[in-house]
């Protein structure tokens, strides 16, 4: 078998993502996420797999100035927009690191949190045990991850639309992490306190919805994989603007938040 890339996290990857994440869906799912983490003033709170840095602005907000919150993630590209949008919270420290080796002592943090990170993430019992290990006795995770069997989308050619997504799962390690993730968490040594679920749906395909922003990223990632041509992936696009031209439009995707206690 063999072996393709997963999602490069390079500049135009950094900017699809960092416009899918400012999307109403998205920024709901972002309140669900601060809604199950209850942050308190003054929380010491590490974000694994920063991104565009939106979760740690709102995290940074939420533990305010007598607070601390640290951004990791292995993309400069991600990194740069994290710090142009923290910028002005001299409590966020934003660093290179890989989620395997987390650059901090024992019992550092009252909170972790990584959101749509470790699904590419190959040494995963690893990165777990890494924040079981930096967060003090008590301290909770927080992860949210995607089932990528979850997407139901109605499109004129199931098959295409098959072999599409299938394509797209190539992007990430672990598609179907949510569906181990209690147990991975209960090795790691996690007590897991609740598993919930959030949707996102869409009625529409306009283009400031979530999958719009899908279908340009898998767009982009698909062409040459599971042979796939860029005429194919045309239109497959084309297929999904005139079903939402013609009012006949539906997409939704589950996304799992696992709680869990460093006991
Ligand atoms: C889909 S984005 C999610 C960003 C952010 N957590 C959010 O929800 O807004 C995934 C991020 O994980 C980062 N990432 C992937 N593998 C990583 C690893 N092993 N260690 C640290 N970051 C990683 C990527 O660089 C990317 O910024």
């Known amino acids: 078998m063999t072996t393709r890339n997963t999602l490069a996290f390079d500049t135009a990857t950094a900017r699809r993502i960092e416009a899918n994440y400012l999307t109403p869906e998205v920024v709901a799912q972002?309140?669900?996420?601060?809604?199950?983490?209850?942050?308190?003033?003054?929380?010491?709170?590490?974000?694994?797999?920063?991104?565009?840095?939106?979760?740690?602005?709102e995290m940074a907000r939420a533990v305010g100035p007598g607070g601390r919150v640290v951004g990791i993630d292995l993309s400069n590209e991600m990194l740069a927009m994290s710090r142009v949008r923290c910028a002005a919270q001299a409590w966020v420290e934003?660093?290179?690191?890989?989620?395997?080796?987390?650059?901090?002592?024992?019992?550092?943090?009252?909170?972790?949190?990584?959101?749509q990170v470790y699904e590419y993430v190959g040494d995963l019992a690893?990165?777990?045990?890494?924040?079981?290990?930096?967060?003090?006795?008590?301290?909770?995770?927080?992860?949210?991850d995607t089932d990528w069997d979850s997407i139901v989308w109605n499109t004129?050619?199931?098959?295409?639309?098959?072999?599409?997504?299938?394509?797209?799962?190539?992007?990430?390690?672990?598609p179907h992490l949510p569906r181990t993730l209690g147990r991975?968490?209960?090795?790691?040594?996690?007590?897991?306190?609740?598993?919930?679920?959030?949707?996102?749906?869409?009625?529409?395909?306009?283009?400031?919805?979530v999958s719009h922003g899908l279908a340009a990223l898998m767009a982009a990632f698909v062409p040459g994989r599971q042979?796939?041509?860029e005429a194919e992936v045309?239109?497959?696009?084309?297929?999904?603007?005139?079903?939402?031209?013609?009012?006949?439009?539906?997409?939704?995707l589950n996304r799992y938040l696992f709680l869990a206690r460093n006991p």
């Not at 934003?94 to 959101?115: E, I, N, W, Y």
């Not at 890494?130 to 992860?143: H, I, K």
């Not at 084309?238 to 013609?246: I, T």
């Open 30 to 57: 972002r309140r669900e996420i601060m809604r199950r983490l209850e942050l308190k003033p003054g929380e010491h709170v590490i974000d694994i797999g920063t991104g565009p840095g939106l979760l740690t602005d």
């Open 94 to 115: 934003l660093g290179q690191a890989d989620a395997v080796t987390l650059p901090f002592a024992k019992a550092t943090f009252d909170a972790a949190v990584s959101a």
């Open 126 to 144: 690893r990165a777990l045990a890494e924040a079981r290990r930096v967060l003090r006795p008590g301290g909770r995770l927080l992860v949210l």
């Open 156 to 174: 004129s050619d199931r098959p295409r639309t098959t072999r599409m997504l299938t394509a797209w799962k190539e992007h990430v390690i672990h």
């Open 184 to 209: 991975r968490l209960k090795d790691a040594g996690f007590v897991v306190e609740d598993i919930g679920v959030f949707t996102l749906v869409n009625s529409e395909y306009g283009q400031h919805t």
């Open 227 to 229: 042979g796939i041509s």
């Open 234 to 252: 045309a239109a497959w696009v084309a297929d999904l603007r005139e079903l939402g031209a013609a009012d006949n439009y539906f997409f939704s």
